[in-house]
């Protein structure tokens, strides 16, 4: 009989596949989810005999725990000085300490054997039912599934609201398929997995995301830089991409994709705009965590004249919390990869350390497209981020500790 410890590891297991196989389709999923991962997190505490099982006690974790706090300890401060404190409040405890407790609780599950492999599997799972969806709305105007209609950007939304998203999804799921193809021994999985990502490469390039390809891009070029035995995976991916979006951009028009005078690129500058005048305003601490759509038109310069996203995650980062939020949130950062990169260096020719490596890719990825999108701000999205990087930390803690 299990004990409530290891009950408690199971729900939390569970929660984790159900999240990472729905996430693309249902934000009702991020919020069952955490549920799950919280009762089941609180019964490992309250069993004596797996309470101190978890890594955040080890020595190695105090710079990154000391990078969460921090953070966390900014936005609640930003709080004291927001002329929306109830917003600031519903966004600090539903927003991004919900995300941060998926981080955390995912570390832990990360490190145990099998869970990377099956949770890439799983995501596998789920991109056939997007790639459903996606191609569902192509042929006949309105997604299977969700129902989204194509006729709105004339680009693949799938079972996201815009073509932007669902690139965001397609980048960091292929690049974690492309290290578990070179982790897998088996020819015929590894087939079938390059046939998978074919298929969401196409869908990749009909999204017609010009900086999501970049940060894709960039994500590959340090992939082919760091990993020998994924040099050539990764070269084949750029070339299935290069032409996949060749193609589109050609049938749809050269100008009108890759223009910087379209409507989207003058909105994001009026955009940045806002944010620079935000943070010059309030530089210290910022105008409050989850505000800045409250008090976008109070600094409005142009483009469409209602409440938006900054479109630069790191610069919104800093109107909600100033300099000193946006350092906070470097910070962590940049603890999280050095966290991944100790992990692959320390592990030396496992297939693991190829998953690893796919994984720390498409978080790349993730935070070089947050520089000009909403990445960090959209829930599917964020979510998405937190239960990955809690998995390659988990992940890089386990194949360091195997290699050793």
């Known amino acids: ?6 009950l408690g590891r199971t729900v939390q297991l569970d929660s984790l596949y159900v999240l990472l196989f729905l996430l ?8 069952l989810a955490f549920g799950g991962f919280f009762i089941g997190w609180l019964m490992e505490r309250a069993d004596a005999t797996t309470r101190r099982q978890t890594l955040w006690l080890q020595p190695s974790f105090r710079p990154l725990l000391a990078a969460v706090v921090a953070f ?11 002329r929306h404190p109830h917003e600031s409040v519903r966004g600090f405890v539903g927003k991004w300490l919900e995300y941060l407790l998926f981080f955390i609780i995912v570390v832990d599950l990360g490190r145990l054997d099998g869970v990377g492999r099956r949770s890439a599997a799983v995501m596998a799972g789920g991109s056939l039912f997007v790639i459903v969806e996606a191609v569902w709305q192509e042929l ?47 020819r015929r999985v590894r087939a079938a997995l390059w046939v ?9 390039g009909r999204t017609l995301a010009f900086g999501a390809w970049l940060s894709f891009g960039a994500a590959l070029a340090w992939l082919i830089w760091r990993e020998p035995a994924l040099r050539r995976p990764a070269l084949v991916t750029g070339v299935v991409i290069l032409f996949a979006a060749g193609f589109f951009v050609l049938r749809r028009g050269y100008w009108t994709v890759l223009s910087l005078s379209d409507v989207g690129t003058k909105d994001r500058v009026f955009m940045w705009q806002d944010a620079l005048r935000m943070i010059q305003d ?8 989850n505000t800045f759509m409250a008090n976008y038109l109070q600094y409005w310069v142009g483009g469409e004249q209602q409440p938006r996203y900054a479109h630069n995650c790191y610069l919104q980062m800093a109107a909600e ?36 490596a ?16 909403t990445n960090f701000y959209a829930m599917r999205q964020v979510a998405l981020f937190w239960v990955l990087a809690g998995l390659a930390v988990g992940q890089s803690s386990r194949v360091a500790r195997a290699d050793a």
């Open 321 to 356: 919390t100033g300099l000193v939020g946006l350092a906070a949130f470097l910070w962590l950062l940049w603890r999280v990869f050095a966290k991944i990169g100790r992990g692959l260096q320390a592990a030396r020719g496992s297939g693991d350390r190829l998953l690893l």
């Open 72 to 82: 966390l300890g900014v936005c609640a401060l930003s709080i004291a000085v927001s």
């Open 140 to 186: 006949f105007g309105r997604g299977l599934f969700l129902g989204h209609q194509w006729m709105v950007y004339d680009r693949m939304t799938g079972p996201y609201e815009n073509p932007i998203d669902l690139a965001t999804y397609l980048m960091v799921i292929i690049l974690f398929l492309l290290g578990l193809a070179a982790a897998v021994p088996r």
């Open 282 to 289: 309030q530089p210290i601490l910022g105008h409050g965590i």
């Open 1 to 6: 009989m299990k004990t409530l410890g290891q």
């Open 196 to 204: 998978l990502m074919v298929a969401l490469l196409l869908c990749l």
């Open 24 to 31: 693309p389709f249902s934000k009702a999923a991020i919020e």
């Open 358 to 373: 796919g994984l720390a890719a498409g978080l790349l990825a993730f935070v070089i497209q947050a520089g000009y999108d």
